[in-house]
């Protein structure tokens, strides 16, 4: 059989792998393998950093396209090549070493089982100009008996090669409508005034275009008043009030429909009709990332980037499945491993109930429509007190969100009675609905403050044919505006291309609407508008930047502006993935769309005006004395600190981030006054290691003090 080369996406997956296993040999690079009965001839495990390769620049094409000029577009080649990228020559050539080993007779990629996993792979196997047999590692759990069972179970590379073929046509048109279009309108907003470049994105552009559209709804919003019939009715066995069938935005109307009543606003009523109806609420469903995302945004505020980044964690921890994942479904497989472990997972909850078998539930259970990955679910491996206890608050948050919307699955309904009264004033129908929870059910589970605050109307218990006292009066409503978007809302907005979708079935209808990007991509793209400057999310709430504003002002009217379109995109690129359709086709159509924006978009700009003064740079708040030059201020600039002296020659600077960390105005103080840090956390090097130190400044240049323990 020969040896085999596997390769990880990550570090941290690699070791998960080789933890599965007996190790012979650990290198800075490589992890080896003992020969045994999954692989008789050993085994050599590497890793990407993420992308060790990515596309090239255009001035690698062409030195000319270095500067950017209105000339120079388009920038369409007939061929898109990859290259290393400049701080990961080290690994790759350990990778490309391992794939060349004459011992080496097959490779299997085992980076993240989904498209940019495969894209991920391919594009570092292509540079080694290898060619060897592939073979596709498909697991949904880091867990042991998982990973074993996944590496005795390889696939063949066919739907991969498929998978990777949709994934890099998505990034070269992205490129070329990035690479183009960013050149194209910079230019021509920098003729009218403008100091700064714009950054145009396939994805990243509807989406803060869909921000600004829902913004311009709640500023052009014109409130109205509306007129509605109000009683309220006291009864022998307590109060309640009922409301009658008229809405208007004329108060005349509600006036006259009370004198053709002859109803006096102190009256007498009778009840003609009162029904009891038992209604049921299933289970929720259970999380794909997004759900996750948008419930964790709702409950804790947090922001899309740090729910993935968490629940990421989680599975390399062992503790839950795969977390890009657009199911909301398992198949039978997990759901008895579920059932199996049920015990325990109450045990860890702190809460017994009786199971409901719903494995027979299309609603969770359904091997057939499952798709590449099942819903996020908890592993079998169950967290130790202590384990729980040292996780970061946000984490565990996350996991418990995870395990109690699994075990809602085996819970019961939540059940509640629906009472409604007519009540009849002078043949003037009024109507009251009430509800008292009969079974809490599922909803023990989580605690809901909102719900606890606002209790649902009980209505007194009263019968048909009775009597009440009435006081009728018109009261007075004016109608809201849209809300602004929360963060954690603009996963779904990218999902349903921005239509209006608050309840469960509605968006079942929407199931066929790719949505803009992918269940993968989407909090990366929130957090590059964040980065550009087109939004900000302050205590959770999105609003649109001026810069923002004027893209939106810009591409108004164009392709770029259209959810659906960039939707119609995924939906092809989605083709391609499943072999229906043609790469060269769907990127000689980017070419199309980008040549036809050269073409309108000066004339579409022409009567654009631009107000220069609200795009100049916040003024610079000083933070501490410069330690070197002792006369200026430092203060946070574009990107890094530096020296309000710099026009006097004064070069100090400090940068904004080090090592993945951003360092904090107390840091910059710190370093500056006493020339030492605390302890920071979370550094990261260059393999990917985390790792803890103190700054200090010597010379005017930050060092990393390692505080040993002896």
């Not at 919307?405 to 129908?429: G, R, S």
Request: aromatic fraction near 10%; charged fraction near 25%; charge should be positive.
């Amino acid at each position: 059989m020969g040896k085999i080369a596997i390769l990880a996406e990550k570090p941290s997956q690699a070791r998960a792998y080789a933890d599965a296993f007996k190790i012979k040999l650990k290198e800075k690079n490589f992890i080896e393998l003992e020969p045994c009965p999954t692989f008789p001839d050993g085994a050599v495990i590497s890793w990407g950093i993420g992308h060790l390769v990515t596309l090239k620049e255009p001035k690698e094409y062409k030195k000319e396209w270095e500067n950017w000029s209105l000339d120079s577009l388009p920038i369409i080649l007939d061929r898109y090549e990859d290259k290393v990228v400049s701080n990961m020559y080290t690994q790759f050539n350990a990778v490309k070493k391992i794939f060349q080993d004459p011992q080496v007779t097959m490779i299997y990629n085992a980076c993240d089982a989904e498209r940019e996993g495969s894209n991920i792979f391919y594009s570092i196997y292509k540079m080694t100009n290898v060619k060897k047999p592939v073979k596709r590692l498909w697991i949904n759990s880091l867990e042991v008996d998982e990973i074993r069972k996944g590496f005795n179970n390889m696939q063949s590379n066919e739907r991969d090669l498929l998978m990777y073929q949709e994934a890099k046509t998505r990034q070269i048109s992205d490129w070329l409508v990035g690479m183009n279009c960013s050149r194209l309108y910079t230019l021509l907003l920098q003729q009218k005034g403008f100091k700064g470049s714009i950054s145009i994105g396939r994805v990243q552009s509807p989406t803060v275009y869909l921000i600004y559209k829902r913004l311009q709804e709640i500023e052009n919003f014109k409130p109205e008043n509306f007129y509605e019939v109000e009683g309220v009715f006291k009864a022998q066995n307590g109060v309640y009030k009922g409301k009658a069938k008229i809405k208007t935005k004329v108060k005349e109307e509600a006036e006259q429909l009370l004198y053709q009543h002859d109803i006096q606003p102190i009256d007498t009523g009778q009840i003609v009709n009162v029904t009891n109806k038992t209604k049921r609420v299933q289970p929720p469903k259970l999380h794909a990332l997004s759900t996750l995302q948008a419930t964790a945004n709702k409950r804790w505020k947090y922001s899309p980037a740090h729910v993935l980044k968490l629940t990421q964690s989680l599975y390399e921890k062992k503790l839950v499945s795969y977390p890009r994942t657009d199911s909301q479904l398992i198949t039978q497989n997990e759901f008895e491993y579920l059932n199996n472990a049920l015990p325990r997972y109450q045990q860890l909850i702190g809460q017994e109930f009786a199971p409901v078998l719903r494995g027979q539930n299309k609603r969770y259970v359904d091997s057939s429509n499952v798709g590449e990955h099942y819903a996020i679910i908890p592993t079998k491996k169950i967290p130790s007190e202590k384990a729980l206890q040292s996780m970061p608050t946000d984490e565990r948050n996350i996991y418990f969100e995870i395990v109690n919307t699994t075990l809602a699955m085996f819970h019961q309904d939540y059940e509640y009675d629906e009472k409604t009264i007519l009540t009849n004033v002078k043949n003037l129908e009024f109507k009251s609905i009430g509800k008292t929870e009969l079974v809490r059910g599922w909803k023990a589970l989580f605690f809901n403050e909102k719900e606890s605050q606002n209790k649902d109307e009980v209505l007194p218990i009263v019968s048909q044919g009775e009597i009440v006292q009435s006081k009728v009066d018109i009261i007075e409503g004016t109608t809201t505006p849209p809300k602004p978007y929360t963060e954690g809302q603009l996963i779904t907005m990218m999902k349903t291309c921005g239509k209006s979708v608050e309840d469960e079935e509605e968006i079942e209808v929407l199931k066929s609407i790719e949505g803009i990007g992918t269940e993968a991509t989407r909090s990366g793209i929130i957090e590059t508008i964040k980065k550009h400057g087109f939004i900000e999310v302050r205590k959770n709430i999105v609003s649109i930047m001026p810069k923002g504003e004027l893209l939106c002002r810009a591409i108004e009217g164009t392709l770029l502006s259209s959810p659906s379109m960039t939707a119609k995109w995924e939906i092809y690129l989605n083709k391609i993935g499943r072999g229906e359709g043609s790469a060269k086709h769907f990127i000689e159509s980017i070419g199309k769309f980008i040549n036809q924006l050269i073409a309108e978009v000066p004339k579409q700009l022409e009567s654009l005006t631009i107000e220069a003064e609200q795009f100049k740079p916040a003024a610079v708040k000083d933070i501490v004395t410069c330690p070197t030059c002792k006369v200026g201020k430092i203060g946070l600039r574009k990107s890094f600190y530096g020296c309000s002296n710099y026009k006097n020659g004064c070069k100090q600077t400090f940068p904004e981030r080090l090592l993945g960390k951003k360092l904090t105005e107390k840091n910059i103080n710190d370093l500056c006054k006493i020339g030492k840090t605390a302890v920071v956390k979370g550094f990261k090097s260059k393999n990917g290691k985390q790792f803890n130190a103190s700054l200090r400044l010597v010379e005017g240049k930050i060092e990393f003090e390692f505080n040993e323990k002896w």
